[in-house]
């Protein structure tokens, strides 16, 4: 059997390090030029402009990071997508009042929330979303974390669309030439572990459908990443 043929969870040291790490602070970029390099953005603007047909009035993205991959997204829907509320989540913050002023440009309004992502979604406050995304963010949970967190989202919103990476002996190999690009140590250990707990086949897809969801897609996409949408498939009972 393949090392590969099933997931393997290891902490990422990023997740460990205080925001204002050096290290932090210097693997944070490496991510941006990494999610570049994977084409995250485009694929998830692509997922978003197909399966949201409506422009969206409110949009939520957990595992937010520093905001700038959803800003390369909104960057491609702005020009059709006017007067978004978006909110970021993530258990650490890192928005600054410069992001929120390029996300004002483009005519979108941001709100950051700073809290566990199980903590913010087990809240009964009522406030729903046209959708969900997430970008390299499910990965970090086992199956039991992910089965839980899926029961929890998809009551607050109808659709949730995640890119993540592939687990694959080619995005793999990918993670081990990151020293060409400058990329530090940090970096270097979270990514290929962050490969060895990606996605392939129908495996989120199996976990939402246990959740009480509707899988709408769920693929391959390039040559290093895995894309998922869902719908919550709400029982009529639970409709908002």
Same mark, same amino acid.
């Given at each position: 059997?393949?090392?590969?043929?099933?997931?393997?969870?290891?902490?990422?040291?990023?997740?460990?390090?205080?925001?204002?790490?050096?290290?932090?602070?210097?693997?944070?970029? +490496?991510?941006?030029?990494?999610?570049?390099?994977?084409?995250?953005?485009?694929?998830?603007? $692509?997922? #978003?402009?197909?399966?949201?047909?409506?422009? %969206?009035?409110?949009?939520?993205?957990?595992?937010?990071? +520093?905001?700038?991959?959803?800003?390369?997204?909104?960057?491609?829907?702005?020009?059709?997508?006017?007067?978004?509320?978006?909110? #970021?989540? =993530?258990?650490?913050? &890192?928005?600054?009042?410069?992001?929120?002023?390029?996300?004002?440009?483009?005519?979108?309004?941001?709100?950051?929330?700073?809290?566990?992502?199980?903590?913010?979604?087990?809240?009964?406050?009522?406030?729903?979303? +046209?959708?969900?995304?997430?970008? &390299?963010?499910?990965?970090?949970? +086992?199956? =039991?974390?992910?089965?839980?967190?899926?029961?929890?989202?998809? !009551?607050?919103?109808?659709?949730?669309?995640?890119?993540?990476?592939?687990?694959?002996?080619?995005?793999? @190999?990918? @993670?081990?030439?990151?020293?060409?690009?400058?990329?530090?140590?940090?970096?270097?250990?979270?990514?290929?572990? $962050?490969?060895?707990?990606?996605?392939?086949? $129908?495996? &989120?897809? =199996?976990?939402? $459908?246990?959740?009480?969801? !509707?899988?709408?897609?769920? !693929? !391959?996409?390039?040559?290093?990443?895995?894309?998922?949408?869902?719908? @919550?498939?709400?029982?009529?009972? =639970?409709? %908002?």
């Amino acid at each position: 059997m393949s090392a590969l043929a099933r997931r393997s969870l290891v902490p990422e040291i990023l997740d460990g390090l205080a925001a204002d790490d050096t290290r932090a602070i210097r693997s944070r970029r +490496d991510l941006a030029r990494i999610n570049a390099l994977m084409f995250q953005a485009p694929i998830m603007a $692509s997922l #978003m402009r197909k399966y949201l047909t409506r422009q %969206p009035c409110r949009l939520l993205e957990i595992g937010a990071g +520093d905001g700038t991959f959803m800003l390369k997204v909104a960057r491609r829907l702005a020009p059709d997508w006017r007067e978004v509320d978006l909110t #970021m989540l =993530d258990r650490i913050g &890192l928005a600054t009042p410069k992001l929120a002023a390029d996300f004002a440009r483009l005519g979108w309004t941001l709100e950051t929330v700073t809290a566990d992502v199980f903590d913010w979604a087990g809240k009964a406050d009522g406030k729903r979303f +046209d959708a969900i995304t997430a970008n &390299l963010f499910l990965h970090h949970f +086992d199956d =039991d974390g992910l089965h839980r967190l899926f029961s929890l989202l998809r !009551r607050k919103a109808p659709l949730i669309l995640a890119t993540e990476p592939l687990r694959a002996k080619l995005a793999l @190999a990918a @993670a081990r030439l990151l020293p060409a690009i400058g990329a530090n140590d940090v970096t270097r250990h979270d990514a290929a572990h $962050s490969v060895r707990a990606g996605f392939r086949g $129908s495996e &989120l897809s =199996d976990l939402w $459908s246990a959740a009480g969801g !509707r899988p709408l897609e769920e !693929r !391959r996409a390039g040559p290093f990443s895995h894309a998922f949408v869902g719908a @919550a498939g709400l029982p009529a009972g =639970d409709a %908002p």
